[in-house]
C-alpha cells in the first residue's frame, strides 16, 4: 500500500493507505446500482512525519479535504 507525502493544516504528515477496493462500472449490469455505477472503498491513516499514528492530526481532516485525500489515492492506484 502507497504512503503519500502531505500536509493537513500545514502540517507535513504521511498518508498511509491500508486498504483500496474499486469495482468497475457495468453499465450492462442492473441488478443493483453498485454494480451499475461501480464503488470505490478506501482506508487511510494519518501519520506523522516520522511515520507514527497521529489521530490528533486526522481529527483536523474536513470532509473535502477527506474526499481530496481518498481522490489522491485512488489515482496513485491509477498509474
Known amino acids: 500500500m502507497p504512503q503519500i507525502k502531505y500536509h493537513i493544516a500545514s502540517i507535513p504528515c504521511i498518508i498511509d493507505a491500508t486498504y483500496f477496493d474499486q469495482t468497475k462500472p457495468d453499465s450492462g449490469c ?3 446500482d453498485v454494480d451499475f455505477y ?6 487511510y491513516n494519518v501519520l506523522d512525519r ?3 499514528n497521529a489521530p490528533w492530526l ?3 481532516i474536513t470532509e473535502d479535504l477527506d474526499q481530496e485525500i481518498k481522490n489522491m489515492i485512488e489515482d496513485t492506484y491509477a498509474e
Do not use: L, V
Open 30 to 32: 442492473t441488478s443493483s
Open 38 to 43: 461501480g464503488e470505490t472503498e478506501i482506508e
Open 50 to 52: 516520522m511515520g507514527y
Open 58 to 60: 486526522k481529527k483536523k
